[in-house]
């Protein structure tokens, strides 16, 4: 079946400390996203990619960084600039160029917890 | 800039009742598109609706359908005949721009509201 894995399900981050949320596509979709999703509110953007080794930052970048080296593969490290990185981290992927009606499909999510 | 405001942060709705799930919006652009996701306890988002700015018939998808006021700048989901499993959040999201120039689809997302319901 084709679709998103995000793994770890769960990670747990020390201070100080670089983690890498994996996220991986066997969609063939070209633009890949990152979202953060904070306790009972809405996803907010912090990267996105439309081709391989080609990036953008979004709303809320300051903190994180990613590659796109594959494109099935666009990795999201929280660094340790992040000060409040506990939250829901979501992987999305779409077609590009976007057709209208395409929605973005997400993974399953790593839940980043603080220690 | 955009945003979308859905008003209700709870809803409970007995089963098999129907229910509306509010979403209003703003922005500058004459070309938009409008999802809805649920957000399961589970975590994953799933896609239900979309509705494009120039559509001119309500989408509908089995027991979802969407209740567009372009005037009004609202886009509401209607659920009818509600079970059980659709108790969850559920989030209304736009994205600028309808054409493939645009580029990739940024979305912005409302706050959500979380649905109940009661058997």
């Known amino acids: 079946d084709g679709g998103i894995t995000q793994s770890p399900k769960y990670l747990f981050r020390k201070e100080g400390q670089n983690v890498t949320l994996s996220c991986e596509q066997n969609?063939?979709?070209?633009?890949m996203y990152w979202y953060r999703q904070d306790p009972g509110q809405g996803l907010r953007l912090i990267y996105y990619?439309?081709?391989?080794?080609?990036?953008q930052k979004g709303d809320i970048a300051e903190g994180y960084s990613v590659s796109r080296e594959k494109k099935e593969s666009f990795p999201l490290t929280v660094t340790s600039a992040q000060k409040n990185p506990t939250a829901f981290y979501l992987c999305?992927?779409?077609?590009?160029?976007?057709?209208?009606?395409?929605?973005?499909?997400f993974g399953d999510g790593t839940r980043l917890s603080i220690l | 800039a955009q945003k979308i405001t859905q008003t209700q942060p709870g809803m409970f709705v007995q089963e098999k009742e129907a229910v509306t799930l509010d979403c209003t919006y703003d922005?500058?652009?004459?070309?938009?598109?409008l999802f809805w996701y649920k957000q399961p306890s589970s975590g994953e988002m799933i896609f239900l609706i979309y509705?494009?700015?120039?559509?001119?018939q309500n989408a509908t998808e089995g027991r979802y359908s969407l209740n567009f006021q372009k005037a009004r700048k609202s886009a509401n989901l209607v659920i009818s005949a509600s079970q059980l499993g659709d108790s969850a959040m559920y989030f209304c999201?736009?994205?600028?721009?309808?054409?493939?120039?645009?580029?990739?689809?940024?979305?912005?997302f409302g706050q959500g509201t979380r649905l109940t319901i009661n058997p």
């Open positions: 999305a992927s779409s077609i590009q160029p976007p057709e209208s009606n395409q929605p973005q499909h």
């Open positions: 990619s439309q081709i391989v080794n080609d990036f």
């Open positions: 509705q494009g700015s120039y559509d001119e």
């Open positions: 922005t500058s652009d004459q070309s938009y598109g």
């Open positions: 969609l063939n979709h070209d633009a």
């Open positions: 999201a736009m994205r600028d721009g309808l054409f493939p120039f645009r580029g990739a689809q940024k979305l912005v």
